[in-house]
T-cell receptor
């Protein structure tokens, strides 16, 4: 069964460093998302992406964050200058289309630890 | 705004007990409703869904019915197993290309 993959599974970085989290969505999907889950808290929406542009972003997704789909298969989340509070599990998701039979498929997540 | 409220955890039950995890939602319009499960050390997996009022989603012995009149989507299972120990998230979205809004999650512990 097709699945969303994410790399790395765990990333440790120092405060102020840039990190890029990688996702490979399901190949025929068109809508892409990033969510995050701070340890013990709820999963929060960060950004949605369609047709090579951001369709919606939350208040969490400030100027330090950016997304890109560089080559038609990868979907990346960049954090320019990490802060301690960016430590979280980051989930990528994708879906094929709008409509009642379509759902978002989540990757296994990347655990980001900022020290 | 749209939101999901679910019962606080942790919930601890003995094996073979009956499970209910309450979930209510607030939404403008008619959302699709979901239950996601997160097993220890793993990502989010869709457990079941319902896309319109009175639909019942079911999977792995779990069930939830979309109740528009009470804006609820309670998760139930007749006989839980130790392997059901996980965090369960109730969630909604308004359109298939829209963000998913999650509840805070309910941690479930099943004792042998």
């Amino acid at each position: 069964e097709p699945e969303v993959t994410q790399t790395p599974s765990h990333q440790v970085t120092q405060m102020g460093q840039e990190v890029i989290l990688h996702c490979v969505p399901i190949s025929n999907h068109l809508y892409f998302y990033w969510y995050r889950q701070i340890l013990g808290q709820k999963v929060e929406f960060l950004v949605s992406f369609y047709n090579n542009e951001i369709s919606e972003k939350s208040e969490i997704f400030d100027d330090q964050f950016s997304v890109e789909r560089p080559d038609g298969s990868n979907f990346t989340l960049k954090i320019r200058s990490t802060k301690l509070e960016d430590s979280a599990m980051y989930f990528c998701a994708s879906t094929i289309s709008v409509g009642s039979n379509y759902e978002q498929y989540f990757g296994p997540g990347t655990r980001l630890t900022v020290t | 705004g749209n939101s999901v409220t679910q019962m606080e955890g942790p919930v601890t039950l003995s094996e073979e007990a009956f499970l209910t995890i309450n979930c209510t939602y607030t939404a403008t319009g008619y959302p699709s409703l979901f239950w996601y499960v997160q097993y220890p050390g793993e990502g989010l997996q869709l457990l079941l869904k319902a896309t319109k009022a009175d639909d019942k989603g079911s999977n792995k012995g779990f069930e939830a019915t979309y109740r528009k009149e009470t804006t609820s989507f309670h998760l139930e299972k007749g006989s839980v197993q130790v392997s059901d120990s996980a965090v369960y998230f109730c969630a909604l979205n308004m359109n298939r290309d829209d963000k998913i809004i999650f509840g805070k999650g309910t941690r479930l512990h099943i004792l042998p």
